[in-house]
């Protein structure tokens, strides 16, 4: 797409220099830049999270096609599922090994590595993110850790909300 463009910025141009008419330089610059403009807006996979009283931001995240309650933290180098969101989401528990130790709020425990087929926020859509998943009661939310956001483009905190940015 963005071959296109160049190619039909360089024609516009040469025709407009061609022509030498100010008139048309300055309606070719126009509408290159609606249509540049057009092109960045549609495709701007954008999506901003307000913090909430606690200081956290708070999402709901699709794994799988199923609607999950996430907290963002910075500070989990994975995706960490609680054991009752996995089960919802159709992910195989039966067949996990709980080998990898982790450090939760209530405590030290062991979870299970697996892969989200998709993993959406928004229009940011993920597909085959490393997670892990704890034992049943082991942990009451969902963390949307590094192993999603480091697939960004950009991730940015300010006072009142959290801008994730993917790539177009």
Known sequence: ????????????????????????????????????????TAHSRNVQIARDQGGEFKL?????????????????????????????????LELLDYNIPVETVGGHTK???????RLAVGKLVERSVPALVVPRGQMKTNLLGMSFLDRLESWEVRPDHLMLRGYP
């Open 1 to 40: 797409m963005i071959r296109i463009l160049l190619i039909l910025l360089v024609a516009t141009a040469g025709a407009v220099v061609a022509y030498g008419d100010p008139g048309r330089i300055s309606d070719a610059k126009n509408t290159m830049t609606a249509m540049l403009h057009q092109r960045a």
């Open 111 to 117: 979870a299970a590595r697996l892969t989200l087929d």
């Open 60 to 92: 709901h995240a699709r794994i799988n096609g199923v609607s999950a309650p996430m907290v963002i933290d910075t500070g989990a180098t994975s995706v960490v599922l609680t054991y009752e969101t996995a089960k919802a989401a159709g992910l195989p």
